[in-house]
């Protein structure tokens, strides 16, 4: 079945790295997705990784992928205060149109 | 480029009512999604359009919920009668094609938080 797990919470000084980390269920999943979500926000799209990929870099965000544990992470550089927020890990499973699959979400909160 | 809009941003109303939330998509998104997200946990898709035809509504409880998309534009979810545990907040996103952008990046609107008393 499908299934994305997060751990609920992280917490760490500003300045830090942080590392988010998501396990799925589904091995046809095709992209996978982080989205952070900030209080009475949407949802922002803040990267993105195929399923072929092993890391992807985007400024301060890593993400890594094990395919073969079904693992995802999000590390956060020098993380700032204005990075607290939900993140949340979706895949997209394959020859399902569109659909994403949420994990419940991390809440990472950064102490000054 | 504006976002994905959405009205009303919150509405409370009691259980057995009806009520009707609006969205309108980036200019240029043929496809259009509606996800129900309750408190502490990540977003639920209810629905999918593609330009004005259901792609995906297997998780629409259809003997309340009801959505249209007249024109492919701007879509309209109802919800008829409303119980307790429809109090959540409804996400509407936008992508373009599907089988253009293979890597099906949606884009979210603030959501209109429901609360049903």
């Known amino acids: 079945g499908e299934d994305v797990e997060q751990s609920l919470f992280l917490s760490v000084r500003e300045g830090d790295s942080s590392v988010i980390n998501c396990t799925y269920t589904?091995?046809?999943?095709?992209?996978l997705y982080w989205y952070k979500q900030e209080p009475g926000a949407g949802l922002q799209l803040l990267t993105y990784?195929?399923?072929?990929?092993d890391m992807k870099q985007d400024q301060r965000l890593t993400v890594l992928l094990n395919k073969k544990d079904k693992h995802l992470s999000l590390r956060i550089a020098d993380t700032q205060t204005g990075d607290s927020a939900i993140y949340f890990c979706?895949?997209?499973?394959?020859?399902?149109?569109?659909?994403?699959?949420f994990g419940q979400g991390t809440e990472l909160s950064v102490k000054p | 480029e504006a976002g994905v809009a959405q009205s009303p941003r919150y509405k409370i109303i009691e259980k057995r009512q009806s009520v009707a939330f609006w969205c309108n998509p980036i200019?240029?998104?043929?496809?259009l999604y509606w996800y129900q997200q309750i408190l502490g946990q990540g977003p639920k898709l209810l629905i999918q359009?593609?330009?004005?035809?259901?792609?995906?509504d297997s998780q629409l409880p259809k003997d309340r919920f009801s959505a249209e998309r007249l024109k492919g534009v701007d879509s309209t979810l109802k919800i008829q009668p409303a119980k307790l545990e429809d109090s959540a907040v409804y996400l509407c996103?936008?992508?373009?094609?599907?089988?253009?952008?293979?890597?099906?990046?949606?884009?979210f609107g603030p959501g209109t938080r429901l609360t049903v008393t």
């Open positions: 359009f593609q330009n004005n035809g259901v792609v995906d």
């Open positions: 990784i195929f399923s072929n990929m």
């Open positions: 996103a936008s992508s373009l094609l599907t089988y253009r952008v293979r890597s099906y990046e949606q884009y």
């Open positions: 200019s240029g998104h043929a496809t």
């Open positions: 979706a895949e997209r499973i394959y020859n399902q149109g569109g659909k994403l699959i």
């Open positions: 589904d091995s046809s999943s095709t992209y």
